[in-house]
Structures are given as C-alpha cells and as structure tokens.
C-alpha cells in the first residue's frame, strides 16, 4: 500500500532559526494536504498542493510540491516558539475519493 | 459550528471490557473517518465512510474493532474486548465532498483511551 515518509522525525531549532521538514511518497499522488498538531491538540489542516512544482507560501511558511508529484516539502523562515508542533504531510493517490495517507510527521521544538 | 464532537474526551477502562468512542461530525460533511495515533504507529486510519456507509475498513486492526455510523450526525467506535494496546489517541475526522475543492479533514478533540 501507499507509504509516506517524512523527516527529519524530530527538530529543534533555535528561535529564529529556519526549519524544513520533508514528506516522501512511495507512489504517485494526486494531491498533498499539510496539518499542524500542537502538543495535545489535534491535527489542523494547513493547506493542499495539487499542481505539479507547485508553490505556495502562508506567511513564514513555504509549502512546494514536487515535480513528479511524489514529494513535498515544509519551510518555515525564521521559526517562532507558536510553530512548536508536529507536522504532517498527508497524500492522497491517483484512485479513490478522500482517503489520505498521514506521513509519520515531524516534531518541531523551539528553543527560546 | 461546534466543529467535529468527540465523547468521552478520556476513557480508562480495564483489559477485557467494552469501549465505545462517539462522533458527531460537522453538519453537511458526508464523509467521516476515524484515526489511531499512538507514538509508535503514528497517524493511522482505521475506517472511513461515505454518506454513511463504509468504504475502506482495511485499517482496522482485528475483529475486536467495529465502527457504525447509523446517520449522518453519528458514528461509533467499539472495541470489545479492549486490550493494553489499543491504549491510544483515537481521532473522528470529517470533511465535504462538495463547496471548497480542498476537501480538507476537520479533527474533533480525541477520545484518550487507556487500557489497564
């Protein structure tokens, strides 16, 4: 089945350092959804990628899909201790409506 | 909205009995999923329904696990018997297949289930 893989697992960065996590599909995907979970809270989406090579920025964040549509990846410039959190990347393939695969996420920690 | 509504929000309960976890997903959503997260395993999908009936159930673990979902406003999850390691974080999902095209999953609060 369709796996998605992401690292680094873990990270801690200083305050205003930057951060990129990167998320790894085993197969072709149609699109990929990004979610937020702070500690003991639950996942929030943050955005999806459909097009291939596409980019799209929230503010500090910086979210890129790959050309081949198999891979994508999370940069935050300048990390403040509010992105503290696990983040998951979350690919849907080219079969079947709404069923996402979660990547194993990263955990960021940000050291004031 | 109130957004998805997960009960009980905590649940201890001892090897061998029956645990049922509830959902009510947000109104107009017509898929509904329920998710897993422990440290080990991560974020992983036990089931989820369209309109509710189930679609894809490959995620759920054994014959213990078994999920209704009798209306649009209300899913169940029941283990019966639980075991010490179905202790986890258990996650109801939803998300509209229609309005927005991003067809983005609304998480509701988690159901923390220990098992003893």
């Known amino acids: 089945g369709q796996q998605v893989m992401q690292i680094p697992q873990y990270q801690h960065v200083q305050e205003g350092e930057d951060f990129t996590t990167y998320c790894n599909s085993s197969?072709?995907?149609?699109?990929i959804q990004w979610y937020k979970q702070r500690p003991g809270g639950h996942p929030v989406f943050l955005i999806q990628l459909v097009k291939s090579g596409e980019v799209k920025k929230q503010k500090r964040l910086t979210f890129q899909f790959g050309e081949a549509k198999k891979n994508s990846s999370l940069h935050i410039t300048a990390t403040q201790t509010t992105d503290v959190g696990t983040y998951f990347c979350a690919g849907k393939g080219t079969g079947g409506y709404q069923k996402v695969t979660f990547g194993t996420g990263t955990k960021l920690q940000v050291i004031p | 909205d109130a957004g998805v509504i997960q009960s009980p929000r905590h649940e201890v309960t001892e090897m061998g009995q029956e645990v049922t976890l509830r959902c009510k997903p947000i109104s107009g959503h017509d898929y509904l999923f329920w998710y897993r997260q422990t440290m080990m395993r991560g974020l992983e999908l036990l089931i989820y329904?369209?309109?509710?009936?189930?679609?894809?159930d490959s995620g759920m673990p054994e014959d213990r696990f078994s999920a209704k979902m009798p209306n649009a406003s209300f899913s169940t999850l029941k283990i019966q018997p639980s075991e010490p390691r179905d202790s986890a974080v258990y996650f109801c999902?939803?998300?509209?297949?229609?309005?927005?095209?991003?067809?983005?999953?609304?998480f509701g609060p988690g159901t923390r289930l220990t098992v003893l």
């Open positions: 197969t072709t995907l149609s699109n």
């Open positions: 999902a939803s998300s509209s297949s229609s309005g927005s095209s991003y067809n983005e999953q609304f």
């Open positions: 329904f369209n309109n509710n009936v189930p679609i894809d």
